[in-house]
Protein backbone atom coordinates (compact mmCIF):
# COMPACT_ATOMS: atom_id res chain seq x y z
CA UNK A 1 0.00 0.00 0.00
CA UNK A 2 0.96 3.82 0.20
CA UNK A 3 3.68 5.04 2.22
CA UNK A 4 4.13 8.27 3.77
CA UNK A 5 7.24 8.56 5.40
CA UNK A 6 8.77 11.25 8.14
CA UNK A 7 12.73 11.83 8.97
CA UNK A 8 13.77 11.92 11.62
CA UNK A 9 11.45 10.21 13.48
CA UNK A 10 13.09 11.63 16.65
CA UNK A 11 14.72 14.69 17.40
CA UNK A 12 16.33 16.70 20.43
CA UNK A 13 17.79 20.20 19.84
CA UNK A 14 18.56 23.09 21.82
CA UNK A 15 16.08 26.10 22.43
CA UNK A 16 16.67 28.58 20.08
CA UNK A 17 18.00 26.27 17.11
CA UNK A 18 15.65 25.76 14.34
CA UNK A 19 14.45 22.15 13.33
CA UNK A 20 13.62 20.54 9.89
CA UNK A 21 10.96 17.86 9.66
CA UNK A 22 10.71 15.80 6.29
CA UNK A 23 7.72 14.33 5.31
CA UNK A 24 7.81 11.92 1.77
CA UNK A 25 5.15 10.42 -0.25
CA UNK A 26 7.05 7.26 -1.15
CA UNK A 27 5.03 6.15 -4.15
CA UNK A 28 2.53 8.50 -5.29
CA UNK A 29 2.11 12.19 -5.87
CA UNK A 30 0.98 14.48 -3.55
CA UNK A 31 -0.32 18.03 -4.34
CA UNK A 32 -1.62 18.20 -0.72
CA UNK A 33 -0.05 17.25 2.58
CA UNK A 34 -1.20 18.48 5.97
CA UNK A 35 0.92 19.04 9.17
CA UNK A 36 -0.37 18.02 12.92
CA UNK A 37 1.06 17.99 16.52
CA UNK A 38 -0.21 16.25 19.02
CA UNK A 39 0.15 17.29 22.92
CA UNK A 40 0.74 14.67 25.36
CA UNK A 41 -2.29 12.78 26.04
CA UNK A 42 -4.30 14.74 23.14
CA UNK A 43 -5.31 14.59 20.05
CA UNK A 44 -3.82 15.49 16.83
CA UNK A 45 -4.39 18.72 16.04
CA UNK A 46 -4.43 20.33 12.15
CA UNK A 47 -1.38 22.52 11.99
CA UNK A 48 -1.85 23.61 8.13
CA UNK A 49 -2.11 22.33 4.85
CA UNK A 50 0.88 22.05 2.38
CA UNK A 51 -0.15 22.93 -1.08
CA UNK A 52 2.80 21.83 -3.75
CA UNK A 53 4.09 24.99 -5.24
CA UNK A 54 2.06 27.72 -3.24
CA UNK A 55 2.11 29.33 -0.27
CA UNK A 56 0.50 26.92 3.03
CA UNK A 57 -2.60 27.35 4.62
CA UNK A 58 -1.96 27.84 8.34
CA UNK A 59 -4.82 26.78 10.98
CA UNK A 60 -6.29 29.55 13.26
CA UNK A 61 -3.59 30.75 15.91
CA UNK A 62 -0.66 28.69 14.47
CA UNK A 63 2.50 31.13 13.77
CA UNK A 64 3.23 30.80 9.74
CA UNK A 65 6.50 32.42 10.75
CA UNK A 66 7.48 30.17 13.93
CA UNK A 67 6.57 26.81 11.58
CA UNK A 68 7.39 27.12 8.07
CA UNK A 69 5.79 24.75 5.95
CA UNK A 70 7.63 24.25 2.24
CA UNK A 71 5.92 21.80 -0.37
CA UNK A 72 9.17 22.17 -3.34
CA UNK A 73 8.04 19.39 -5.07
CA UNK A 74 4.91 16.40 -5.64
CA UNK A 75 6.46 14.27 -3.04
CA UNK A 76 8.49 16.13 -0.48
CA UNK A 77 7.44 18.78 2.06
CA UNK A 78 9.19 20.45 5.30
CA UNK A 79 8.35 21.97 8.47
CA UNK A 80 10.71 23.91 10.02
CA UNK A 81 10.24 24.38 13.50
CA UNK A 82 12.42 28.34 13.81
CA UNK A 83 14.01 29.14 16.85
CA UNK A 84 12.37 26.34 18.80
CA UNK A 85 11.62 26.11 22.61
CA UNK A 86 10.60 23.57 25.03
CA UNK A 87 6.91 24.53 24.51
CA UNK A 88 7.22 23.19 20.88
CA UNK A 89 7.82 20.03 22.04
CA UNK A 90 5.31 17.64 20.76
CA UNK A 91 4.73 14.53 18.04
CA UNK A 92 4.41 16.06 14.79
CA UNK A 93 2.36 13.64 12.10
CA UNK A 94 2.06 14.54 8.56
CA UNK A 95 -0.50 13.15 5.94
CA UNK A 96 -0.76 13.06 2.00
CA UNK A 97 -3.09 13.15 -0.15
CA UNK A 98 -2.99 10.25 -3.42
CA UNK A 99 -5.74 12.27 -5.34
CA UNK A 100 -5.79 8.98 -7.62
CA UNK A 101 -6.92 6.77 -4.93
CA UNK A 102 -8.76 9.46 -3.03
CA UNK A 103 -6.88 8.51 -0.17
CA UNK A 104 -5.23 10.05 2.81
CA UNK A 105 -2.28 8.70 4.71
CA UNK A 106 -0.49 9.25 7.40
CA UNK A 107 3.18 9.34 8.08
CA UNK A 108 4.22 7.69 11.56
CA UNK A 109 5.22 10.86 13.09
CA UNK A 110 8.24 13.08 14.78
CA UNK A 111 9.18 13.58 18.17
CA UNK A 112 10.27 17.06 18.83
CA UNK A 113 11.77 17.36 22.22
CA UNK A 114 13.55 21.09 23.03
CA UNK A 115 15.81 21.28 25.83
CA UNK B 1 -16.82 23.99 12.68
CA UNK B 2 -16.77 20.15 13.01
CA UNK B 3 -16.21 19.02 16.37
CA UNK B 4 -15.46 15.20 17.31
CA UNK B 5 -16.07 13.81 20.56
CA UNK B 6 -14.76 10.12 21.83
CA UNK B 7 -16.43 8.29 24.62
CA UNK B 8 -15.21 7.11 26.92
CA UNK B 9 -11.98 8.70 27.31
CA UNK B 10 -10.54 5.67 28.87
CA UNK B 11 -11.38 1.72 28.87
CA UNK B 12 -10.15 -1.16 31.21
CA UNK B 13 -11.24 -4.94 30.05
CA UNK B 14 -10.18 -8.13 31.17
CA UNK B 15 -9.07 -10.28 27.95
CA UNK B 16 -11.84 -11.86 25.95
CA UNK B 17 -14.40 -9.03 26.15
CA UNK B 18 -16.20 -7.47 23.38
CA UNK B 19 -16.38 -4.16 23.49
CA UNK B 20 -17.85 -0.58 22.09
CA UNK B 21 -16.42 2.54 21.66
CA UNK B 22 -18.07 5.62 20.58
CA UNK B 23 -17.50 8.63 18.25
CA UNK B 24 -19.77 11.32 17.46
CA UNK B 25 -20.18 14.11 15.42
CA UNK B 26 -21.61 17.93 15.13
CA UNK B 27 -21.39 18.22 11.60
CA UNK B 28 -23.04 15.18 9.36
CA UNK B 29 -22.22 16.44 6.06
CA UNK B 30 -19.02 14.38 6.10
CA UNK B 31 -17.51 12.18 3.24
CA UNK B 32 -16.36 9.65 4.77
CA UNK B 33 -15.37 8.38 8.54
CA UNK B 34 -12.13 6.71 9.42
CA UNK B 35 -10.76 4.72 12.34
CA UNK B 36 -7.21 4.92 13.48
CA UNK B 37 -5.25 2.95 16.27
CA UNK B 38 -2.22 4.59 17.94
CA UNK B 39 0.46 3.04 19.80
CA UNK B 40 2.20 4.85 22.93
CA UNK B 41 4.72 7.23 21.24
CA UNK B 42 3.98 5.82 17.71
CA UNK B 43 2.03 7.28 14.78
CA UNK B 44 -1.17 6.29 13.02
CA UNK B 45 -2.21 2.98 11.70
CA UNK B 46 -5.76 3.04 10.13
CA UNK B 47 -8.17 0.67 11.18
CA UNK B 48 -11.05 1.04 8.93
CA UNK B 49 -12.70 3.59 6.40
CA UNK B 50 -16.51 3.80 5.81
CA UNK B 51 -17.48 5.86 3.31
CA UNK B 52 -20.69 8.51 4.06
CA UNK B 53 -22.86 5.97 1.61
CA UNK B 54 -21.89 2.98 3.98
CA UNK B 55 -23.10 1.88 7.02
CA UNK B 56 -20.82 -0.04 8.32
CA UNK B 57 -17.43 -1.88 7.65
CA UNK B 58 -15.47 -4.98 8.79
CA UNK B 59 -11.69 -6.31 9.07
CA UNK B 60 -11.34 -9.26 11.34
CA UNK B 61 -12.26 -8.79 14.70
CA UNK B 62 -13.79 -4.69 14.22
CA UNK B 63 -16.52 -3.85 12.79
CA UNK B 64 -17.31 0.01 12.87
CA UNK B 65 -20.74 1.77 11.80
CA UNK B 66 -21.75 4.66 10.78
CA UNK B 67 -25.08 6.56 10.87
CA UNK B 68 -24.65 9.99 9.67
CA UNK B 69 -27.92 11.29 10.62
CA UNK B 70 -27.00 11.19 14.35
CA UNK B 71 -23.74 11.81 13.66
CA UNK B 72 -22.40 8.52 15.24
CA UNK B 73 -20.01 5.94 14.58
CA UNK B 74 -19.14 3.00 16.87
CA UNK B 75 -16.10 0.60 16.71
CA UNK B 76 -16.88 -2.82 17.64
CA UNK B 77 -13.89 -5.02 18.83
CA UNK B 78 -14.50 -8.74 19.23
CA UNK B 79 -12.86 -10.96 21.89
CA UNK B 80 -10.27 -8.61 22.60
CA UNK B 81 -6.45 -8.78 23.18
CA UNK B 82 -3.90 -7.34 25.07
CA UNK B 83 -2.16 -6.65 21.62
CA UNK B 84 -5.69 -4.40 21.48
CA UNK B 85 -4.01 -1.76 23.88
CA UNK B 86 -3.68 1.50 22.38
CA UNK B 87 -5.53 4.46 22.05
CA UNK B 88 -8.12 4.70 19.18
CA UNK B 89 -9.14 7.91 17.45
CA UNK B 90 -12.14 8.43 14.83
CA UNK B 91 -11.23 11.07 12.45
CA UNK B 92 -13.53 12.66 9.96
CA UNK B 93 -13.05 15.52 6.77
CA UNK B 94 -13.78 18.76 8.45
CA UNK B 95 -14.37 22.36 5.94
CA UNK B 96 -13.45 20.22 2.89
CA UNK B 97 -13.18 16.26 2.56
CA UNK B 98 -9.39 16.27 2.37
CA UNK B 99 -8.90 17.90 6.60
CA UNK B 100 -9.82 15.75 8.63
CA UNK B 101 -10.77 16.32 12.67
CA UNK B 102 -9.62 14.04 14.83
CA UNK B 103 -11.64 12.85 18.01
CA UNK B 104 -10.55 13.17 21.24
CA UNK B 105 -9.47 9.39 21.62
CA UNK B 106 -10.46 6.54 23.81
CA UNK B 107 -7.17 5.02 25.58
CA UNK B 108 -7.88 1.14 25.87
CA UNK B 109 -6.19 -1.20 28.06
CA UNK B 110 -6.87 -4.75 27.57
CA UNK B 111 -5.93 -7.06 30.70
CA UNK B 112 -4.77 -10.50 30.29
Known amino acids: GAVVSQHPSWVICKSGTSVKIECRSL??????MFWYRQFPKKSLMLMATSNEGSKATYEQGVEKDKFLINHASLTLSTLTVTSAHPEDSSFYIC???????????FGPGTRLTVL | KQEVTQIPAALSVPEGENLVLNCSFTDSAIYNLQWFRQDPGKGLTSLLLIQSSQREQTSGRLNASLDKSSGRSTLYIAASQPGDSATYLCAVPSGGYQKVTFGTGTKLQVIP
Open chain 1, 95 to 105: SAIDSVADTQY
Open chain 1, 27 to 32: DFQATT
